[in-house]
């Protein structure tokens, strides 16, 4: 195992990853094919990290957005199905071909290209095709062209068109089901052609759980995976499975009228103590918690205060009894003795629960817990 050379990591509870990925499956039933979506490395907890317990517990296939994603997977599992969905500029196309990934097409360009590299290297290069049923992102615009244009990527001999997808909006239910239906509509048209296509697939997390009758036979969940709830009408049982953790590494008294870090944003209203904790912006937690972000110390809130450095921050101690250098401090918890979870950290950085995740950074290492034991740590750098 790496050695773990930092005391701010992200401790993954793959025991809760595992929890979360069989009660989506027991949700959706063996009917449904589950793309775990494992972008923005594994929405920060580590796709490398995270892929096996997908795969051995629900997962068909490891969704991605780009091809330097499918190919970092790829490097580490060679039979694992992977799924790039989104676009990849024709110059890449070869790649794809190469490490046997899946790619999204919504065009006949990109077929012939692909359907000339299955030739070249003697494979059959699979491929989703993208159809935008309302999103105006990605995808074959919704037309009679396009249904000539996707019947005529079915006859290319090189190439499995082994799906079709598109991606809900997540308006109201009014505008996702018409959108909805409209990809159930080029799929009767496809089909009164002749073309049958393996995978459909239309929802991600929050649509997963919400309708039910929109699930197609594949689903592409991403947030749930972590345990991370965003749906409204549905219930499905998850448990967050990241915790950010860092140790205070200094204490020191600070006087009343004495300023904490940059421009002295933050002065001491009374004599104070004020802790140094080693994380800052530059490992993915929000400047704009200046003023607003805590950590928790014995099962207590610390708050943040002054400016967030890029790799440091300062709380104060004042509150908190008997607080020592080599502390532990809780950054993101599930919620429970006082710490911040990812609902709420997402509220007080104003952005959504899956920008506060994905932004952890690459020098905070991550380590993999499995039955209260450490099991893997990675090291990005
Ligand atoms: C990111 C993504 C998903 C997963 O989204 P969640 O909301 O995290 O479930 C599904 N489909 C596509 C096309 C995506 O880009």
Redesign the pocket.
């Given at each position: 195992m790496e050695l773990l050379l930092r005391d701010t990591f992200l401790e993954v509870n793959l025991d809760n990853i595992i929890y979360n990925m069989k009660n989506i499956k027991e949700m959706v039933g063996e009917e449904v094919a589950i793309a775990a979506?494992v972008?923005a490395n594994g929405y920060g907890h580590g796709a490398v990290g995270v892929a096996q317990e997908l795969m051995e517990n629900g997962a068909d296939y490891l969704?991605v957005?780009t091809l330097t994603e499918a190919l970092d997977l790829r490097r580490h599992f060679a039979d694992y199905k992977i799924f790039i969905?989104g676009f990849t500029p024709d110059k890449y196309l070869e790649h794809v071909v190469k490490n046997d990934i899946t790619q999204t097409i919504f065009s006949y360009r990109q077929a012939e290209i692909l359907n000339d590299y299955g030739n070249k290297y003697n494979k059959i290069p699979v491929v989703h095709i993208k159809y935008d049923t309302g999103f105006n992102r990605l995808g074959f615009r919704d037309s009679k062209e396009s249904i000539d244009e996707i019947e005529k990527i079915s006859k290319l001999p090189n190439l499995n068109v082994e799906g079709i997808f598109s991606?809900l909006a997540l308006t109201n239910k009014e505008e996702d089901e018409k959108q909805y239906r409209k990809l159930v509509k080029v799929i009767e048209s496809l089909e009164e052609r002749g073309i049958k296509l393996k995978y459909k697939h239309i929802e991600?997390?929050?649509s997963a759980v919400d309708y039910p009758e929109f699930r197609m036979n594949m689903i592409?969940?991403?947030?749930?995976i972590y345990g991370i709830k965003g749906f409204h009408y549905g219930t499905l049982d998850l448990k967050q499975a990241l915790t950010l953790k860092t140790k205070v590494y200094n204490v020191r008294k600070v006087s009343k009228g004495e300023g904490v870090s940059y421009s002295y944003v933050w002065r001491a209203e009374r004599d104070s103590i004020i802790g140094t904790v080693p994380f800052g912006y530059a490992d993915g937690y929000p400047r704009n918690l200046t003023g607003k972000g805590f950590v928790t110390i014995h099962n207590q809130k610390a708050p943040i205060i002054g400016i967030i450095c890029m790799d440091q921050c300062m709380v104060d101690l004042t509150d908190i009894e008997e607080v020592c250098e080599g502390d532990e401090a809780i950054i993101y918890g599930d919620g429970t003795n006082n710490t911040l979870d990812i609902h709420n950290a997402s509220l007080l950085g104003s952005t959504n629960k899956?920008e506060i995740m994905s932004r952890i950074g690459m020098r905070v290492p991550r380590v993999y817990i499995k039955d209260e034991k450490i099991v893997n740590i990675i090291n990005y750098i």
């Open positions: 979506v972008k969704a957005a969905m991606h991600d997390s929050i592409r969940p991403g947030a749930i899956n």
